[in-house]
Every structure is written in structure tokens, then in C-alpha cells.
């Protein structure tokens, strides 16, 4: 059993405690039972325990000591690994996503009823680049359509106006990341 | 200190009794999670690193909070005493996670209490807006112009597919948990709550009791929010949210009328056996008083109860709480003087607000 608190070292200390009108348990290490003196539950972060379900989904990742050590996605930036990310439920940074991305998408679709894209809100510093990438995308969809209906001609006025766009994104607008 | 102001046993302003469904609807929320762009993420960074994201954020907000007419007040989390940090946790303005976090970690309130951004909790930033009622486009607003401030001049997290980059997979995309506290007390006696929570889950939304997980939630008090927060955008979020709110709101009102068309009496009896409990009683557990305040509120809302105030019932739900009661009594309590503090304190608030206190007070 894996400690509640640290995710990392084994449980050694079970507590339960008696917490408005009902019993809580949680499996400690020693080092995290020391450390608490009232275990205060954050119930509101993680009502589902995440690492858990994460955990169901992917059982084989769990074994992370293999003897055929296998290749674990490591992320570049923080170093977690992916079955640490498994394990404790949460990215070190924003370069995981990079590198855990082939298995995100199934992570993604069982939390968010099958989305793996966002579609709101864009920050502005964002907006200029990511509005004209979507708008390449958009026009490459009906040009697929037109050439498929063998509408040479809207197809070329199409390819047309990709390339101004390219062209605008190489330019170079500021993204002020 | 920045903090006294803040530790003061007074409501804020969205724990008063303005806004739409008021009755029913308590009060609003939305948070947003960010990450800075050049810092790893709170699970993995370093003390020096949560200083400086500690920084970075707070500077922005102590200069800039006045374009939006803010003034913000900085208190660093270590700084506070133990019963400080519990009682910004009991008035909902931090979460229990940032006062047990390992990191340097802050909070920048609104002096009106309405905004609360917390620094290096799970994620770098978390902006909570909260209002009195039923107002999620209003308090949605509030964070949003926020937001929008805060990324003119912070570099965010931000994921051309996958949008808004958190700690938790549970977070990503917009970022956004909305949620509405509802005083459920006759869907909760009709047991019809119990067949509405299984449902809405399936819907991308969740309703739990607020204090507590059980199935009984404490005081009749739950919270309906967003599971999801990727695929769709914030406006559609909210929307879907506020339909389904509604949807509970208009339940209740049929759930009360039923009971006070079936049983009036016992429902009278109930009602006002509990404001006299509250009124009268010399020791009172957390659970009795969470119940009781429930009956009292919905005698107020059913118009059997006239003289009491319900602003003073919402105060009281957050002056009950053991951090509140032992700044209240000044000095530190155990549960079972707790328990006479908090009796003291309903007859005290009650009792001078035009209820009639017969017999002596002993006290």
C-alpha cells in the first residue's frame, strides 16, 4: 500500500479519525505520520481520487520495476516519468504534456466525457497565431471537400489563401510568449 | 497585519442575503486554475522557484489591481498562526490544501472579500471569485476580467489542443470549477436527492454535501458544480451548470410545498422545536446546530418564522466552526467546550435579535 499523503514511500500507519460525524481513514508512511498532527483532508481537491482511477486505467504502467527495463516516457523539463504521473495523479509541468502526450488523449476523453480539445477561452497573447493555425485548418478541411467534388478551381483559390496565411505565421507575428 | 481585517467575525459580502433564489441558492463560485509558463508546476518545483512564482503573481496584482478598482492585500501563509490559517479556511477564502502545502505559498484577497487568489497551491495561480446567490455569469465575470489582467502580464501555461495546462488532468482546458451551494432541505427529507445525484453525474456535473462526503450531507447543504472542463467552452460550461441548477431549484420549491401541504403541523413542530434548541440550548455539537440551522432557515423561507434575520443564520453557519468559536471565546477550546461555546454564541446572536428568550439566562 502506497502512502495517501506522499504518494512515493509505503504506508505503515493507518488513521482514522472521527471527522464530522464520520470515520475517516488514511494510510500514512512514517515520515507523513509524523508530520501529522490533525490530518486535515482536502476532500475538495480530489474528490475522486485521481491517482486511483489513474491507476485502474493502466494497470501494466504501474509495474515500473521491470527487469526488462522498458522505456519510460520521461519528461525533459521536470523529470517525471509517466508512471510517476500515474501514480501520483498530477504533471510536474507544462512540458508533460509534450512528453506523455500519446497516452493523454485516452486520459483525457475517460475525465471529460470524450474531449481531448479545449474550446474556450484563449489568451490573448495566444489568440493572433492560434486564430490563423485554426483558420489554415478550417480552409485545408474545404479544400479536402473541393477537391473531392473536383472543384479544381475553388480548391486553387483555397491553396491560394493557406498560403497568405502561412505566410503571415512565418512572418513572424509577435506571440508574446 | 494585513490579515486582522480579514479574521474579524463579520459576513462577507457574498455571505449575505441578496441575489436571484436566495432562498434556495446560498451562495457562487468559480475558480479558475493557471500556470506560469517558465516555472514547473507546484508537484515539482523547487522552494526558490515557489518564491519566485510567489512573486512574480503578487506584484502584478498589488500594481494592477487598481485598473480593475481592486486593492488587494498580500498574506504569506507561513506568516499566519495556526488559528489564523483555520479561519480563512472556514470562511472559504483558502482551501485546506494551501495552508498544508510544503511550498511558500499566499493568498491576495479583494477587501471586500469577494476575490481570493491563492499562490502555489495545486497549481501556480487559483482565482476564486465568489458572490452571494445564484450568479454565475456575474461571478464568472469578476474572475475573467481578472484573469484577463493577469495574462497581459504573466505568461501562462497554455496548450494550443489541450488549453489551460493544470496539475491535474481533472483541470485542464478552461480551468474552470463552477458551483452553486443549495440548502436541499426538503429534496434531502423526501429522499429524492438521492436519486438526483446519481443522475446529474452522469451529465458532467457533480452535487456532494459541502461539509462532508456522506450521503446525509451536514445541515442540508450541498454543492453542485462541473466535472468537465474540457471540450466545451466556459460560456456552455456555466450555461449547462445554471440549467441544471435551476432544474434542482424548481424541484425544491415543489418539494416544499408538498410538505407543508401534507404535514404542516409536523413540519411546524420540527421547525420550531429547532429554533428552540438554538435559542435555548446550553450545549450543541456541530451536527445538532448544522441541523437545526437548516430547520430555522427553511421556517424563514416557508414564512412560519418572521423575526429572525436570515443574514444572521448564514454568519452563524461560518462562526460555528472551531477556529471561529475559539477567537470568539479567545483562547483555545476543546470539543465538549466547544460545544458550550458554540450554544453561548446562538443564544447570544439569536436572543438579541427580537426572539423572545424566556426563562433566565444562566450563562
Redesign the interface.
Known amino acids: 500500500m502506497i502512502c495517501d499523503q506522499c504518494g512515493e514511500r509505503s504506508a505503515s500507519v493507518i488513521v482514522k479519525q472521527q471527522q464530522q460525524d464520520q470515520i475517516v481513514k488514511v494510510n500514512l508512511c512514517h515520515i507523513c505520520a509524523a508530520e501529522n498532527h490533525s490530518i486535515n483532508i482536502a476532500f475538495e481537491q480530489d474528490p475522486l481520487a485521481i491517482h486511483q482511477l489513474l491507476s485502474n486505467w493502466f494497470p501494466n504502467s504501474q509495474a515500473s520495476i521491470n527487469p526488462v527495463r522498458k522505456e519510460v516516457a520521461t519528461c525533459p523539463s521536470c523529470g517525471f516519468t509517466f508512471s510517476k504521473f500515474l501514480r501520483i495523479g498530477k504533471f510536474g509541468c507544462a512540458s508533460c504534456y509534450d512528453a506523455f502526450s500519446p497516452q493523454l488523449n485516452e486520459i483525457f476523453k475517460r475525465f471529460h466525457n470524450g474531449n481531448t480539445e479545449h474550446n474556450g477561452k484563449i489568451p490573448a497573447s495566444y489568440g493572433t497565431t492560434l486564430k490563423i493555425k485554426k483558420e489554415i485548418e478550417e480552409l485545408r478541411k474545404q479544400m479536402q471537400i473541393s477537391i473531392q467534388g473536383e472543384n479544381f478551381e475553388e480548391a486553387a483559390r483555397l491553396r491560394d489563401e493557406v498560403k497568405i496565411l502561412s505566410a503571415k505565421l512565418e512572418g513572424g507575428i509577435p506571440d508574446g510568449s | 497585519m494585513a490579515v486582522e481585517r480579514f479574521l474579524q467575525p463579520r459576513a462577507s459580502s457574498w455571505m449575505t442575503n441578496d441575489g436571484k433564489n436566495v432562498d434556495i441558492a446560498m451562495s457562487t463560485r468559480i475558480r479558475l486554475a493557471r500556470?506560469l509558463?517558465n516555472?514547473?508546476?507546484p508537484?515539482?518545483?523547487t522552494e526558490d522557484e515557489a518564491l519566485k512564482v510567489d512573486k512574480e503573481i503578487s506584484s502584478v496584482l498589488l500594481d494592477k489591481g487598481n485598473e480593475l478598482d481592486y486593492t488587494f492585500s498580500h498574506i504569506s501563509i507561513e506568516e499566519l498562526a495556526e488559528l489564523q490559517k483555520e479561519i480563512l479556511v472556514e470562511k472559504h477564502l483558502i482551501?485546506?490544501?494551501l495552508?498544508?502545502s510544503h511550498h511558500s505559498g499566499s493568498v491576495l484577497l479583494s477587501d471586500n472579500e469577494e476575490l481570493s487568489i491563492m499562490v502555489n497551491e495545486?497549481d501556480h495561480l487559483r482565482i476564486q471569485s465568489l458572490q452571494s446567490g445564484f450568479q454565475l455569469q456575474q461571478a464568472y465575470k469578476i474572475a475573467?476580467e481578472l484573469?484577463?489582467l493577469l495574462?497581459?502580464n504573466l505568461?501562462?501555461?497554455?496548450?494550443?489542443?489541450?488549453?489551460?495546462?493544470?496539475?491535474?488532468?481533472?483541470n485542464?482546458?478552461?480551468g474552470?470549477r463552477a458551483s452553486v451551494m443549495l440548502h436541499l432541505p426538503a429534496l434531502t427529507m423526501s429522499h429524492q436527492i438521492q436519486r438526483i445525484i446519481p443522475a446529474i453525474s452522469r451529465l458532467?456535473m457533480?452535487v456532494?454535501g459541502i461539509?462532508?462526503?456522506?450521503s446525509e450531507a451536514?445541515g442540508n447543504v450541498y454543492q453542485i458544480s462541473n466535472q468537465?472542463?474540457?471540450?466545451?467552452?466556459?460560456?456552455?460550461?456555466l450555461q449547462d451548470l445554471e440549467n441544471m441548477t435551476e432544474q434542482i431549484i424548481q424541484q425544491e420549491r415543489r418539494a416544499r410545498e408538498a410538505i407543508a401541504l401534507n404535514s404542516p403541523v409536523v413540519i411546524e413542530d420540527r421547525i420550531y422545536r429547532s429554533l428552540g434548541v438554538l435559542t435555548h440550548s446550553r450545549l450543541l455539537t456541530?451536527?445538532e446546530a448544522a441541523t437545526c440551522l437548516s430547520d430555522v432557515r427553511l421556517g424563514i423561507d416557508l414564512k412560519m418564522i418572521q423575526d429572525v434575520d436570515m443574514s444572521i443564520l448564514n454568519e452563524l453557519m461560518i462562526f460555528m466552526q472551531p477556529a471561529f468559536l475559539q477567537q470568539y471565546a479567545d483562547k483555545p477550546l476543546q470539543p465538549k467546550e466547544r460545544d458550550f461555546a458554540r450554544a453561548k454564541l446562538f443564544r447570544e446572536r439569536l436572543n438579541r435579535n427580537g426572539i423572545n428568550s424566556e426563562g433566565e439566562d444562566l450563562a
Do not use: W
Request: charged content about 20%; proline content about 3%.
Open positions: 500556470n509558463n516555472f514547473k508546476f508537484y515539482a518545483f482551501s485546506p490544501y495552508i498544508n495545486e475573467n484573469d484577463s495574462e497581459k505568461s501562462y501555461a497554455f496548450h494550443e489542443k489541450h488549453g489551460y495546462l493544470t496539475s491535474c488532468p481533472t485542464v482546458g478552461t474552470m458532467g457533480v456532494r461539509y462532508g462526503e456522506g451536514l468537465l472542463t474540457l471540450g466545451k467552452s466556459e460560456y456552455e460550461i456541530t451536527e
